[in-house]
């Protein structure tokens, strides 16, 4: 395939290369894999006579008159005829020499959409040709491709584009670089057909086949596709078991302490987990694993364990948190469980007072702090630790990118790189899994510890708001606590949302009896830990708050949350919501309030939210509903932006990637590399840490 540079080509200057690299063009094949949004049919002409309203088709006839009026603004008419009938062509925007073009007597061919005018069917702006005289009124052998547009860039310049490249690609074919036992398998059609077709499809193609990513060409361009990038990751997972690190083999007893210690016991989910992690730590690699397990199923104490594993080992372990509310929790679960042996957890967060911040920075990097938790202030400029062999990343698609190789890079040294337990609990559906994290190991916590109860979930129209006070009062005043959740800190003109400060003035003056608290990401850390802490001690019977409580708040007495303006939240932050209750053994309840009318989506999200509470379930949907890249966050997770394949329609050829990824890795000729080439040129390394 051709990696010239796009200025190779006819036509195209520095000027037009700068435009073109507004649609990620830069090499000759990039214009390869470019594939049109729709198509058109110009392979045929459609008589005047027979013209339907709402038609985009190709006409031609004989100019039978031309003239310019002013109807609140300059038109130019021309009426043309082919015999069967007439047609208008209605142009706004014109020259003097396009004007000067319809003489009267002319052929032109033009193509548009036919519209009912006045005087009979028009088209406004038509694309059209002058029939040159001895020149016949031609059709293309081929449908019409509709690109992907951008300023300054016509569609006749990107067909004239793909027109050199495809020849360009005809002369020289592009390798085939999948195994034969594949290709010939599943029935895959060459590279170069189905990019081919897929380009300048005949005039008997199934169109709608290809616009909905079915067809088997559009299939084979997937398929490599997703290989390539599976193919890559699995490349960084092989880079990272020839890496070295400490090798945590001893600790056995003090792991075994820790866990009898517990006030509970562990279920067997986690019990497997552990001896996942525990596996993974003796190794003298680094371990690359990914928690995953729904909201409440105990994946911090799992974390724990961990870091008890290393801090017995004479390394010190790391936990980072998205926000200073979670790692705040984090914190004092942690405090709670390692007081006993002696180890005080440091702590560490962008709004630490400077003293603090001192004293924390010098126990780091003196190893004298052990474990050591904290947000994105762990990774930043003069964080630097005395022996880091384990870092802990929670809801690991928060951060960036960068930013959990930032504190990966802290902790290298000539004992080689830390191992990493990254967790989150957003449930992530198998086929993603395998796109989207194949460079790490997978253990899933799918067990939630004995005694909790499902959530019974109900949405509710906001015109019944009344009712739903009365069953926070009923709550409160039998002993239980609430949440009330707003998306928005203040009114806003633009979203009319309820904002938590109004949500909790109007609560204040319903329920007079209740002890309300407000805690929102807004307020000083000290003010929300005040406010937390009240909440959980009981002090405060209904805490209001934004969705800051999302994660990492455990209250067991809080049975009942509320969910202002649920239609507007997506899956899987509802399910987090909704995972602050159920904590305990009473049964715990959800009430999605939202504003009429529902669209369709909104209709579906609250109708799966109702009918499950499985992590998993909640994760397809979402994913079907909103797209992978919604669903991980595509910037945080270094999720890659896919040319051709589609992570939900294309679900199902991930089994098959594996298949042909493990043919290809014990191939002879092992053509990994240069698949990975083809698609993700120097950027294979597309952020994973």
Avoid at 142 to 157: D, F, K, M, N
């Amino acid at each position: 395939m051709s990696q010239s540079s796009l200025t190779s080509l006819k036509g195209v200057g520095p000027a037009l290369a700068r435009k073109l690299e507004k649609l990620n063009l830069y090499r000759v094949d990039d214009l390869l894999f470019l594939l049109p949004l729709r198509y058109e049919d110009r392979t045929q002409l459609v008589k005047i006579g027979a013209l339907q309203a709402g038609n985009r088709c190709l006409v031609t006839g004989e100019v039978l008159l031309s003239e310019t009026v002013f109807r609140g603004r300059r038109n130019l008419l021309v009426r043309i005829s082919d015999g069967s009938g007439q047609l208008t062509l209605r142009f706004f925007h014109f020259s003097r020499q396009q004007q000067a073009q319809f003489q009267t007597g002319i052929h032109i061919t033009c193509f548009g959409e036919a519209r009912r005018g006045k005087s009979g069917f028009e088209m406004i702006h038509p694309e059209y040709r002058v029939i040159r005289e001895g020149q016949d009124a031609s059709t293309r052998e081929s449908l019409t491709p509709i690109y992907p547009a951008t300023e300054g860039v016509q569609q006749g310049r990107l067909r004239s584009l793909t027109d050199q490249a495809l020849q360009q690609m005809h002369a020289s074919p592009p390798d085939e670089l999948l195994p034969t036992a594949i290709t010939g398998k599943l029935g895959m059609p060459s590279l170069a057909h189905a990019i081919n077709y897929l380009h300048r499809p005949p005039p008997d193609a199934d169109v709608a086949q290809i616009i909905a990513g079915t067809h088997p060409c559009q299939q084979r361009l997937a398929f490599e596709e997703l290989l390539a990038h599976y193919l890559s990751l699995r490349k960084l997972r092989a880079l990272a078991a020839t890496e070295d690190a400490i090798a945590l083999t001893d600790g056995n007893e003090d792991v075994s302490g820790f866990v009898a210690g517990l006030p509970f016991s562990l279920t067997t989910a986690q019990d497997r987990v552990v001896d996942d992690i525990l596996s993974d730590l003796a190794e003298p690699h680094p371990m690359m694993r990914l928690i995953q397990g729904d909201v409440g199923s105990g994946k911090t104490v799992v974390a724990a364990i961990a870091c008890v594993k290393a801090l017995a080992c004479g390394v010190q372990a790391a936990i980072m948190a998205p926000t200073e509310i979670l790692a705040e929790q984090h914190w004092r679960s942690f405090c709670d469980w390692f007081r006993p042996f002696g180890i005080e957890p440091a702590w560490l967060s962008g709004s630490q007072r400077a003293a603090a911040r001192r004293d924390s920075l010098q126990a780091i990097s003196c190893g004298s702090a052990k474990l050591v938790i904290g947000t994105h202030a762990l990774f930043q400029e003069g964080v630097d630790f005395h022996r880091l062999g384990l870092v802990v990343i929670d809801e690991q698609h928060r951060f960036g990118v960068h930013q959990r190789m930032a504190l990966r890079d802290k902790g290298v040294s000539i004992d080689g790189h830390p191992h990493q337990l990254v967790m989150t609990a957003t449930p992530i559906p198998r086929t993603l899994a395998m796109a989207a994290y194949a460079d790490l190991d997978t253990s899933v916590i799918d067990e939630l510890p004995p005694g909790r109860q499902p959530v019974s979930t109900v949405a509710v129209p906001e015109t019944r708001r009344g009712e739903v006070i009365e069953r926070v009062r009923s709550a409160c005043t039998s002993g239980q606590q609430a949440y009330w959740v707003c998306p928005l800190i203040e009114e806003s003109e633009v979203l009319d949302y309820q904002a938590a400060q109004a949500s909790y003035q109007m609560l204040t003056e319903s329920l007079p009896d209740l002890r309300i608290g407000l805690v929102h990401g807004r307020m000083r850390p000290a003010e929300k830990e005040r406010g937390m802490t009240a909440f959980k001690e009981g002090v405060i019977q209904l805490l209001v708050a934004t969705t800051v409580i999302e994660v990492g708040v455990d209250v067991p007495n809080a049975s009942l949350m509320i969910i202002e303006n649920a239609e507007r939240m997506g899956l899987s932050q509802l399910h987090q919501l909704r995972g602050r209750v159920g904590r305990g053994e009473t049964q715990s309840h959800c009430v999605l309030l939202y504003k009429s009318p529902l669209g369709r989506i909104a209709k579906q999200r609250l109708l799966v939210l109702r009918n499950t509470n499985d992590g998993f379930v909640v994760a397809q949907r979402d994913l079907e509903l909103r797209g992978p890249g919604e669903l991980l966050g595509t910037r945080q997770t270094g999720l890659p932006e896919y040319r051709i394949a589609n992570l939900v329609r294309d679900a199902e050829l991930m089994p098959k990637v594996q298949i042909a990824a493990e043919l290809i890795q014990k191939s002879p000729t092992n053509q990994a590399t240069a698949i990975i080439r083809r698609w993700l040129g120097d950027a294979s390394r597309y952020g994973k840490v």
